[in-house]
């Protein structure tokens, strides 16, 4: 069935063939869409997640956690309401890249009431009551950034073996059987395929490991007994975890979410002070210290995901000179953002950019403005890796599959989403750098973090925008291990004086003066010292709360919406861990780890049993997370009693001291 379903995409030749085509046709469509669309106004806010699960069974008996292949299954299942009746469903289903994987949205996106902040974690929760009704007992749906033994023999049920060596095998891999990959929908096997064959060998992640006392040094593993017949000893680094499959990154469950602006500029505007605000959630959000049964150095799947989906050519990654392809590019087609798209960004934007020029002058020549036109430009250096043989032929007029098929696989931190046509939906930000969270309490509480920092933005006229360099560094920073307590990060010192920008025309040359100016406004801060502030720096949460004084919201709301942020902001300043330290912490102090790195099948499963508690609420983790929000009323009178006693102390040692000699 699959390889019928297979020949509806084209083959990866075929595909290379047909990349002028699409381009050709995606900048048409992407232009006509604009031009259309460019002075829509008045659109309100809108906003919604995505949540990602693994599925997760439990042998009780031989003491194994898995991940369990049934999306397919439970998708049929989970999907049935909204094909019988569209539009009218609490929630949403997708397939994801794995078998093991779904990802859940609310049913119709969350509006500008703050009200409204209170209703995503009940539709969360709701979610996953979903999930669970449709399993077995011993099956779980679990939100892991990473399953800590992916690729390991016996990781999924059930179980298969991978086949290296097999023509027919989409991904070659030595770790990831292919039989892993979602398999009712093709595209995900065929993206698996054509990155490969772009690239013209297998991807190569390398994540450092984390060097313990009794880790093998140099770090270097013998894959032969894998069939390794020489790539992957030749493409693994020492001191380093290797893995050679797009599942590896794919695999992985994050948290993202949307939302509208009111225009297209206000859409541009939020995505580039959103830009540098990435790095730091990210780093806040850590959940995915181990790969492949290895403790590693970094806490964030990032990187795994972006070399695992890295389907340029040795040309293109400069390791040869440029002779066949076009262009040398400097980053996977999954990676940060590389240009600001707001006039206020022009100046901040330092790198290199490449783009495709004659696309460019495409789009110049239809009245788009230099920073979008390059914005598109840029996406469009990528080929297409997946065409439906029945998309070819489009009316460029009414079509934008094109321009889908190169926006959707450019996997970036944020993605500007222009409105898809014949539709009342607006201009929108994605945002989607954040590692999922274990509990619907935690998502939630960063979710909606974001969505006031979107509103802060916007109300106080703030400004984030320091360099993209800068924005790139922080994302390396971001991903090492403890970089919440750990890492500086490069921050604009005043966020609040709205700074003119410098003019356009000074930004062309982008002078030495403009550039040491520039230079001047930001500084190296730690995310406790950017999130809670500091003697002169305000604070994301402070100004959130200030946000929060003008805004009308019940006392329900409010109460909420303080947990939230109490979360937050306790995890920046470390009061709290993250999922990764958490991890970290449990399987450092569990009596079967050997100081060698090694996360072996006994450990993950107690790891995964306690997850499973905590998630599910049976168990509570103070380290992780506070969440009160059964009785918020009675939380919220508590802190007001709290307040109330402090406030009387005060007034008694006022009192005393009056009467002092
Ligand atoms: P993708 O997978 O392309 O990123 P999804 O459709 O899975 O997008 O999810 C997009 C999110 O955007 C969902 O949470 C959805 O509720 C939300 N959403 C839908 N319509 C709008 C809108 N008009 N404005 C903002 N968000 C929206
Ligand atoms: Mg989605
Ligand atoms: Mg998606
Ligand atoms: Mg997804
Ligand atoms: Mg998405």
Known sequence: CANIYLSIYLSPCETKKKADHVRKHG???????????????????????????????????????????????????????????PGNTPTLWRPEYAGYMVEGTPGSPFGGLMAHLNLVEANMKLRREEIRKLLGPDEVPMCITSFPRTGCPNFVYPSHKPQPQSEESFSRSLFFPDAAIHSSHPRFKTLTRNIRERRKEKVAINIPIFKDKNTMSPFVEDFSEY???????????????????MGFGMGCCCLQLTFQACNIGEARLLYDHLAPICPIMMAL?????????????????????????????????????????????NKSRYDSIDSYLSEMGRCYNDLDLVYDKEIFEQLRDSDIDDLLAQH????????????????????????????????????????????????????????????????????????????????????????????????????????????????????????????????AAECVGCCEV?????????????????????????????????????????????????????????????????????????????????????????????LLVECEKIASGEKPCPELFFNLSVQPLSFFFCLFSTLQLIYSFSQLITFCCLFKP
């Open 376 to 503: 598109i430009a840029h996406l469009f250096i990528r080929d297409p890796i997946s065409l439906f043989s029945e998309k070819i032929h489009q009316d460029d007029t009414k079509d934008t599959d094109h321009f889908e098929n190169i926006q959707s696989t450019n996997w970036q931190s944020l993605r500007f989403k222009p409105p898809p046509p014949n539709s009342n939906i607006g201009w929108r930000v994605e945002f989607r750098p954040m590692e999922v969270q274990l509990s619907d309490f935690e998502n939630a509480a960063y979710v909606v973090f974001i969505v006031l920092v979107t509103r802060v933005i916007l109300t106080f006229k703030l400004n984030f925008m320091i360099p993209i360099s800068k924005v790139d560094e922080n994302m390396v920073t971001a991903q090492k291990k403890d970089a919440v307590r750990e890492g500086k990060f490069y921050f604009r010192k005043d966020v609040i004086t709205a700074n003119s920008p410098p003019e």
């Open 514 to 606: 403009i550039k040491q100016r520039i230079d001047e406004e930001y500084t190296l801060m730690s995310i406790n010292e950017i999130i809670n502030g500091k003697d002169d720096f305000p604070g994301l949460i402070p100004l959130v709360n200030k946000y929060l004084e003008y805004s009308e919201c019940d006392v329900d709301t409010r109460c909420t919406v303080l947990q939230y942020l109490q979360l937050i902001s306790n995890r920046a300043s470390g009061k709290l861990m993250t999922m990764a330290q958490w991890t970290r912490k449990f399987v450092l102090t569990h009596a079967d780890y050997k100081q060698d790195s090694v996360v072996n099948e006994n450990i993950t499963y107690d």
């Open 285 to 329: 959000s850590a959940a995915s210290p181990i790969y492949r049964g290895y403790l590693s150095d970094y806490d964030c799947r990032w990187s795994v995901i972006a070399q695992a989906v890295d389907d340029r050519t040795r040309e293109e990654r400069g390791l040869e000179p440029l002779k066949n392809d076009r262009f040398l590019i």
């Open 227 to 245: 069939g390794d017949t020489g790539e992957a000893s030749t493409a693994a680094k020492p001191d380093h975890i290797y893995m050679d499959s």
């Open 27 to 85: 900048v048409k469509q992407f232009i006509n869409q604009y031009n259309k669309l460019k002075d829509r106004q008045k659109d309100v806010l809108y906003w919604g997640d995505e949540v990602e699960y693994m599925l997760i069974r439990f042998d009780h008996e031989n003491r194994l956690g898995q991940l369990f292949l049934n999306s397919s299954q439970l998708l049929q299942a989970l999907q049935q309401p909204e094909f019988q009746s």
